[in-house]
């Protein structure tokens, strides 16, 4: 590079770049280009040098940051102008200064015909560079999208571009009609945030009075665009544009076809647009029955119900209007019946009966009869009389509506043999199996039944030392080590990644690998979740057995069944078994909140029979159900309490060890109530779960308590660990769901809500009032998984007996009223529940009687669909409506009519 | 979670050190991650009306003539054509799954393909998330017309041909091309269109193997058009990537679950909203799945014709790196003569005649049904699972250009050339597979399947996604130690 050239990039001076440019002779551009080159790469290093240091003076340095910007900018202009087209676009990755377009002119490079589109492709924001060098007759005027992108840019600021350029009237403004974006670039995006006087609609429009702009061409330009079925989002804008433009009768009626075109768009804003303007076309000309017909046949199926429905309306009155057109109406109509609302279906209805016979063909009957099933049942009726008057025979026999009946909870004994109905879990049996499991464990959302088959599975077998020991958890140990990292939280892992360093630790090394592990560390936080503890002392206890070189002792609790369950029979075998003197007192108030219900009898004879002495004896019998006097150890009588009656209070171990807390001797009760609160017009709902006895905040707790320790658990943030503690004590979920249910998120995405969620799904849960709160706000939450999970619960509840519509009916009663869950959620949710079996069916319909008390005049604004379903739940079982409160409630409401056939 | 997320990053971040140090040679068990493809179309594909009579011509681009010309004719059924083919392009252009390191520019990378093959016209497409394959089958029904030529080509579907799809009528004619005859283009002195994308080396491969996963599909269950059109449309419109959604069949309709593992399992059910539009024109849905789950495929029948619209298991991970035809390909004796001969046997029939061709090149229909998985794996077969067939297609990608084997299978051969590979011994079928600093463990069933490895990999994916290396290291240690005697 001559020294000119160099010191006017120096300077910074663009100008006189180009001048001394073209005074350079091809030959020597190349040589140029790579010293441009360099230099560009000196100036980016230098400015990234200068803002990692700023220095003292922030004036000082933005002069000198924005004199190496001008000076890059000068260098970027020699090299593009001297390089290649793959130097182009590997430079126009930055801004380029407005200048290069004259540059290329003056080198002209053998590729200039190919630079607008080359740079455009590079980076939207040339296109001020493009179209600078399609009207110097340079470049071809580039094809991609970027090109009408970067015009396509903030209005906000500044000059708008039409106004500060009227060669775009040319090509570029109509091309904006045919160009989609995405993201910010799109001219819905930007007018979503720009004011009236600085959007693009009103640039348009200004530009259209002006003159500039044609209008016939502006109105074709907005149908082709809306042709193209852009996103629903981005061809709003279109629609609405079109709505600006005022388009005149005789305008209208010039583009009647376009029109009808338009009905077939997938884009419901489009389709509606087009109805309301065909409709308008229709009141002054009237368009030809044939034409109309085919064209709103599939507007009759849109997946808008509202279209769909005046769809159907209009090909009524067709049908009125013109006789001749009544076999196709008919068709369209018996269509219709194939949409999933009810109002549609309704609407198609009542056209079919409008009809009359004259249409009825075999066809018409035929498609009518497929359709019959998906009809809606308070329709279906209608629609059998439909076809039994065309072929003659008599139509169903009317049968007396009869109440619905509930089905009657499920006696104890049915409920308690739900224990086998959860999958037997079966042990580890050798120690390649417990490397498998365990290196499963570290790379899953731990299963909590794995992850105690794994800690049982260490308790057996973790001890024996073949040769090969090392090689064999070699690998384990090594994953183990990678994972273990001291910013790492989450409970069940942290708590995994220890156990496995200990197992894998030198003979005798296991306790002390432990003291040094992640786990150790986040033991001393004083933020620690609050079972953390617990995972503490059964990882200790592992690591003291794999010192000791105990093998054959496996865990008191160990879950038998999934879900943390331990059948009676076999903890009472266990503990005869224990070799130890006295179990570990965490695992074995563990295991007492872990037994199972079914089988207590004969497991308490069994272990009558041997007549054992000790307290660990005694608490089993006593949890068991059978007499025992209350020992001293507090934390495993309070366990042995909870696991014997776990909603009541017991005054035997009340007496001995009084203030435990909630859930020690004393059963937790909880009431809820939700609370609102209003700030800038919007209204925010909370829950709030209130339990007795209370604990005193900061109050220490015995780790082993493990059932009081449920109330200072903080809301779970990790999967495996809520997943974890529901396992602790299966029978005392109420204090779990209790915990749960004011952090659980309904209207947004809390992706780690589901673990709670699923222990609902737990085919041994009994519903009390906690659970079953939690599953009515699942029932209305947002998010898919969390509203799914809550379904899946809910049915499987109802088919099994142990939750009837009534219970679940009482608490959305007391919701419903709150604002705190979306009832439109609710109807849809149940809607997917109800169509699940019969017995779903029916006890939704029980539910939702339940619910509907209090005065119609101030019912929930969004209550609509949850009457519309009970209509026609109603109707499937052809039953009436009995519940006295229910009748009263719904004849104040709007909806009274639809359910008059129903009183009676 | 998030801790496991970054030491995952940080592994690919090993990963990628190791290409730059050992270059990306034919050697090296890494692939370049995105191959130059160059669509070169003589003009863009457009609906053009000459004296009153639609024609959609569908510009064509290689791979072996510039610009092949395979069919000239009528369509029966315009606007359920059209319809598809725009539902088929609505997949080509979506990318279900961005990265979030990726930006939205690599949209729409590639254009759908088109085989007209004995008896069946089939365009084929893929998600730019390598997550989602559609195919639109025109049986001869659905056209009146005779192939011009057989093959496989590119087509160009460019937005202005996709919006004058929406307005195509049944009661309109239509007649389609797939390229243009060599007088037609040159009457009309096109200009050539051309494109250079850079494919994904994951896409790419995604395409070829999704047929893997569609030859090991059942059929799970068949709805009507109108309970499929409910099904479709009640489905969330939220995204649904982040769990596993069970679609199970209830009566004659469809519902999805979270716990009723007996369905068929998918997550991103988004993906499906592709054949929302069509499926109150469709006679029925068949849904098809595999048994492990990994892959779902929705097909709608209109007679005529279908749309097939496979989703991978999770929308972030896509077909490809499955590894669902290693074993087949690491057992190399037979291999290579078999695929040969196999290949000298297709001749673009739309369903290839299984007990024919194990016949023809005298193998069992088994040992010709692997070899058939693995020429779908180098893009030479597609598979059918309406008719539950092979068809011959080839894909017009120069996938040559890839190293067609599975990284993880070139990683295992390095093992074997690095002798790192023994039998332990006294334990039957067990081996030991040394692999940096730490020795694995690989238990084989006694004709040499792969049971279980003692690796991470195996830990997480046991082999759904196929066998580690680890595994197929050994598998190829048994191959050779049992063939040596």
């Keep these: 590079m001559d020294d000119a050239l160099k010191e006017a990039i120096a300077a910074a001076d663009l100008p006189a770049c180009i001048l001394l440019l073209g005074k350079l002779k091809p030959p020597l551009r190349r040589a140029v280009s790579s010293s441009a080159h360099a230099s560009c790469k000196e100036l980016k290093q230098r400015m990234a040098s200068e803002a990692q240091e700023p220095g003292k003076g922030w004036e000082k340095y933005q002069a000198r940051y924005l004199r190496l910007a001008a000076q890059l900018d000068a260098a970027l202009l020699v090299a593009i102008a001297t390089g290649s087209a793959s130097e182009l676009t590997k430079l126009a990755k930055r801004p380029l200064p407005k200048e290069t377009a004259a540059a290329l002119a003056t080198t002209m490079p053998d590729w200039i015909g190919d630079a607008a589109e080359l740079l455009v492709s590079v980076d939207p924001r040339h296109d001020h560079i493009a179209r600078d060098l399609v009207r110097r007759g340079l470049s071809k005027r580039p094809t991609h999208d970027n090109y009408i992108l970067g015009l396509c840019g903030d209005t906000r600021f500044g000059k708008h571009p039409f106004d500060a350029d009227p060669e775009l009237f040319e090509y570029e403004a109509w091309r904006m009609f045919e160009v989609e974006g995405g993201g910010e670039s799109s001219l819905a995006a930007r007018d979503k945030y720009t004011s009236r006087e600085k959007s693009w609609t009103e640039a348009f429009l200004r530009h259209m009075r002006a003159g500039n702009l044609d209008r016939g061409r502006l109105i074709d330009a907005t149908l082709d665009a809306l042709a193209r079925d852009f996103a629903p989002f981005r061809a709003g804008w279109f629609s609405r544009f079109h709505g600006e433009l005022a388009v005149s009768a005789v305008e209208k ?442 604990l005193p905040s900061g109050a220490k707790v015995d780790p082993d308590l493990i059932a009081t320790l449920r109330h200072l658990e903080v809301h779970a943030a990790e999967k495996s660990y809520a997943r974890w503690l529901a396992t602790l004590w299966p029978a005392g979920s109420e204090s779990y769901f209790a915990r749960a249910a004011p952090h659980l998120e309904l209207n947004s995405s809390e992706w780690n809500d589901i673990a709670y969620y699923e222990a609902l799904c737990a085919p041994f849960l009994q519903f009390g009032p906690m659970a079953t709160l939690t599953l009515a706000m699942g029932l209305g939450a947002k998010e898919p998984s969390q509203s799914g999970m809550s379904a899946d619960a809910a049915i499987s509840a109802f088919d099994s007996q142990r939750l009837s519509g009534k219970e679940l009916g009482l608490v959305m009663r007391d919701l419903r009223s709150t604002g705190f869950i979306k009832l439109k959620r609710w109807a849809a949710v149940l809607e997917t529940v109800a169509g699940a079996s019969p017995v779903a069916s029916r006890e939704v319909a029980i539910a939702i009687q339940t619910c509907l008390r209090g005065d119609p005049a101030r019912a929930p604004r969004d209550e609509g669909a949850l009457l519309s379903l009970l209509v026609e739940l109603l109707a499937e079982h052809d039953a009436k409506l009995v519940d006295g409160a229910a009748r009263e409630y719904v004849l104040g409401t709007k909806r009274a009519r639809a359910f008059r056939p129903y009183m009676t | 979670m998030s801790e496991r997320r970054r030491t995952d990053g940080a592994a690919r971040r090993e990963q990628r050190e190791e290409v730059a140090k050992g270059g990306r040679g034919a ?273 709608l029948d209109f007679g005529a014709l279908r749309i097939t619209v496979a989703l991978s298991a999770e929308v972030w991970r896509g077909f490809s790196g499955e590894g669902q035809a290693l074993t087949a390909l690491a057992r190399r004796e037979t291999g290579p003569r078999l695929l040969a001969a196999l290949r000298a046997q297709l001749a673009w029939d739309s369903a290839l005649d299984l007990e024919g061709l194990a016949r023809n090149v005298r193998a069992e229909e088994h040992e010709v049904a692997d070899a058939l998985r693995v020429l779908g794996t180098h893009g030479l077969v597609g598979y059918d699972q309406h008719s539950a067939t092979f068809f011959h297609r080839e894909m017009p990608f120069e996938l040559e250009k890839l190293e067609l084997l599975s990284p993880r299978l070139s990683a295992a051969r390095a093992l074997i050339a690095k002798d790192a590979v023994q039998s332990i011994s006294g334990e039957e079928a067990m081996f030991c597979v040394r692999s940096r600093d730490v020795e694995h463990r690989v238990k084989l069933s006694a004709n040499g399947e792969p049971l279980r490895c003692t690796c991470p990999w195996y830990a997480k994916h046991k082999t759904m996604r196929g066998p580690c290396k680890h595994m197929l290291a050994a598998q190829i240690h048994w191959e050779s130690t049992r063939r040596d005697g």
Excluded at chain 2, 284 to 291: A, I, N, Q, R
């Design chain 1, 253 to 694: 009626a010039g583009r009647r076809d376009r029109y009808l075109h338009l009905l077939q768009s997938a884009v419901p804003a489009t389709v509606s647009m087009a109805f309301a303007t065909l409709q308008s076309i229709d009141a002054t000309t009237p368009i030809a029955a044939g034409l109309l017909v085919a064209a709103l046949h599939p507007v009759c199926l849109s997946r808008h119900k509202g279209i769909a429905v005046d769809a159907v309306k209009w090909l009524r009155g067709i049908g009125k209007r013109e006789a001749s057109s009544l076999t196709d109406v008919a068709t369209a109509l018996a269509n219709a019946l194939a949409h999933e609302s009810v109002d549609v279906q309704k609407a198609a209805m009542d056209g079919l009966q409008e009809c009359g016979a004259a249409v009825r063909t075999g066809e018409l009957e035929q498609l009518i009869g497929e359709r019959l099933e998906g009809i809606a049942p308070s329709l279906r009726k209608r629609a059998v009389d439909w076809l039994a008057s065309a072929t003659g025979a008599p139509g169903p026999a009317r049968t007396a509506k009869r109440a619905l009946v509930a089905v009657p909870a499920a006696p104890t004994k049915v409920r308690s043999s739900l224990l086998y109905q959860a999958r037997a879990i079966i042990p580890i049996s050798t120690q390649d199996e417990l490397i498998d499991a365990f290196s499963s464990l570290l790379e899953e959302d731990g299963d909590p039944d794995e992850v105690e088959r794994v800690f049982d599975g260490i308790a057996r077998l973790g001890a024996e030392r073949r040769v090969d020991f090392d090689a064999r958890v070699g690998p384990l140990a090594k994953r183990a080590r990678k994972l273990d990292k001291p910013h790492l939280y989450e409970p069940v892992l942290l708590t995994l990644i220890a156990l496995a360093r200990a197992w894998a630790a030198a003979k005798g090394a296991a306790r002390a690998s432990i003291e040094g592990s992640s786990l150790a560390a986040h033991m001393k936080e004083g933020h620690r979740p609050a079972h953390l503890p617990v995972l503490w002392r059964r990882v200790v206890a592992l690591a003291s057995q794999l010192d000791a070189g105990t093998t054959g002792v496996g865990l008191l609790s160990a879950p038998t069944h999934r879900g943390g369950l331990i059948a009676p029979d076999a903890l009472v075998r266990r503990l005869i078994a224990h070799k130890q003197d006295a179990p570990n007192a965490t695992d074995f108030c563990l295991a007492l909140l872990r037994l199972a219900t079914a089988g207590r009898p004969a497991a308490l004879r069994g272990l009558e029979k041997i007549n054992r002495e000790g307290e660990c004896f005694a608490a089993l019998t006593y949890a068991l159900g059978g007499k025992a006097k209350v020992g001293p150890t507090s934390a495993l009588w309070a366990a042995a309490c909870r696991a014997r009656t776990p909603r009541i209070t017991d005054p035997a171990v009340e007496k001995r060890h009084p203030h435990l807390g909630p859930d020690g001797a004393t059963a937790a009760s909880f009431c809820w109530n939700v609370k609102s609160r209003k700030s800038h017009g919007y209204t925010f709902h909370s829950l709030e779960v209130t339990v007795t006895p209370p």
């Design chain 2, 27 to 299: 050697n090296s068990p890494f692939m370049p991650a995105t191959v130059e493809h160059t669509y070169r179309y003589e003009g863009h594909s457009e609906i053009v009306t000459t004296r009153g009579l639609r024609a959609l011509e569908l510009s064509t681009s290689g791979p072996h003539s510039e610009h092949p010309f395979f069919f000239e004719g009528a369509l029966t059924k315009p606007r359920l054509t059209a319809l598809a083919l725009r539902s088929l392009s609505k997949v080509v252009g979506s990318r279900f799954y961005a990265p979030p390191a990726m930006l939205q520019k690599i949209l729409a990378l590639a254009d759908p393909v088109v085989t007209c093959s004995r008896g069946m016209l089939r365009f084929e497409g893929f998600s730019s998330c390598a997550s989602t394959y559609v195919r639109v089958d025109l049986t001869p029904e659905a056209y009146k017309g005779e192939p011009r030529g057989l093959g496989t080509t590119n087509v160009d579907f460019n937005a202005e041909m996709r919006a004058a799809l929406a307005v195509v009528r049944d009661g309109d004619q239509l007649h389609l091309s797939v390229g243009r005859s060599a007088v037609v283009l040159k009457s009309k002195n096109r200009e050539v269109v051309e494109r250079k994308v850079p494919l994904p080396t994951r896409w790419l491969k995604g395409f070829v193997e999704v047929q893997s996963f569609l030859s090991r599909m059942q059929p799970f269950c068949k709805v009507s058009g109108t309970e499929a059109m409910r099904f479709l449309r009640g489905l969330p419109r939220a995204k649904t990537s982040k769990h596993r959604y069970y679609v199970v069949s209830r009566g004659k309709s469809l519902r999805t679950s979270l716990t009723e593992t007996s369905g068929v399992a998918t997550t991103g059910l988004e993906r499906l909203r592709a054949l929302e539009d069509l499926a109150p024109l469709a006679h029925d849905l068949c849904v098809y799945g595999t048994e492990d789950g990994q892959a779902s495929a929705w097909e």
